[in-house]
């Protein structure tokens, strides 16, 4: 099994400190959603579907 590794474990230096999530979230005043949209059923066929995709979102909120 293959994980990603964080830039900091791969010993690149950023300053400060990570968060309680080490993730965007963590970021006060910053709200992340998403969501997936999924259009027809069975497996996927170049022109004819079915469709999956979707959107992330990232707001500040100042």
């Known amino acids: 099994m293959t994980t990603k590794r964080r830039a900091r474990e791969l010993g690149i230096p950023y300053p400060g400190v990570t ?34 995709t979707g959107v992330t979102a990232i707001l500040t909120c100042n």
């Open 19 to 52: 968060g309680t999530f080490n993730s965007i979230t963590d970021v006060p005043e910053v709200e992340v959603g998403y969501t997936t949209l999924i259009d027809g059923e069975g497996l996927v066929e170049i022109g004819k579907g079915s469709v999956r």
